[in-house]
T-cell receptor, first 116, second 116 residues
Framework: GAVVSQHPSWVICKSGTSVKIECRSL??????MFWYRQFPKQSLMLMAT?????????EQGVEKDKFLINHASLTLSTLTVTSAHPEDSSFYIC????????????FGPGTRLTVT | AQKVTQAQTEISVVEKEDVTLDCVYE???????LFWYKQPPSGELVFLIR??????QNEISGRYSWNFQKSTSSFNFTITASQVVDSAVYFC?????????????FGSGTKLNVKP
């Protein structure tokens, strides 16, 4: 089956620093990737849609300048949390859309970010 | 309005009991997909099933079964003879043709506790 990896799996950073999270599709090409955020005991909320070679599309209420998304290749999308604050602490999950099956999203294992 | 409703926030059962997790969805689209995912404490989403709107056949996979009823806009999930390893948060999700199936609308999740 299709595999999506995320790196790092967890990260602790100090307030004011930036953190980059990578999402890779390991055995398939993904023209579209998605970034979700999940607060404790809550559901997944879509943050943005990342398209290879173009600008990401952000959901309403998500700050574009704070959550920078880059989808430079068909297998890699990155999410950079800039000037992180404690309220950015969350579980970030990416998913990748298989170009062969438009309805199938494959989810990464998630990255737990803690900002101190 | 919530597109996917999981009214049960948390359910506790004793091992070997059967348990049904409810999912009610809302869509104006005639073509859509419904999903169930399991999220164990590790956080990684585990895909369980995908159903398209044209296939109302119930499905059984081992101890798992799904009841899709368009008349009531429900896609319920039953675990037969529950086991401790079934303890997790379960999410129901919807994707629609209107969004090219790109957007996943997740329910709020149901936490299942299976006690020995």
């Amino acid at each position: 089956g299709a595999v999506v990896s995320q790196h790092p799996s967890w990260v602790i950073c100090k307030s004011g620093t930036s953190v980059k999270i990578e999402c890779r599709s390991l055995d398939f090409q993904a023209t579209t990737m998605f970034w979700y955020r999940q607060f404790p005991k809550q559901s997944l909320m879509l943050m943005a849609t990342s398209n290879e070679g173009s600008k990401a599309t952000y959901e309403q209420g998500v700050e574009k300048d704070k959550f920078l998304i880059n989808h430079a290749s068909l297998t890699l999308s990155t999410l950079t949390v800039t000037s992180a604050h404690p309220e950015d602490s969350s579980f970030y999950i990416c998913s990748a859309l298989s170009s062969g099956q438009a309805y199938e999203q494959y989810f990464g294992p998630g990255t737990r970010l803690t900002v101190t | 309005a919530q597109k996917v409703t999981q009214a049960q926030t948390e359910i506790s059962v004793v091992e070997k009991e059967d348990v049904t997790l409810d999912c009610v969805y809302e869509t104006r689209d005639t073509t859509y997909y419904l999903f169930w995912y399991k999220q164990p404490p590790s956080g990684e989403l585990v895909f369980l099933i995908r159903r398209n709107s044209f296939d109302e056949q119930n499905e059984i996979s081992g101890r798992y079964s799904w009841n899709f009823q368009k008349s009531t806009s429900s896609f319920n999930f039953t675990i037969t003879a529950s086991q401790v390893v079934d303890s997790a948060v379960y999410f129901c999700a919807l994707s629609e043709a209107l969004d090219n199936f790109n957007k996943f609308y997740f329910g709020s999740g149901t936490k299942l506790n299976v006690k020995p």
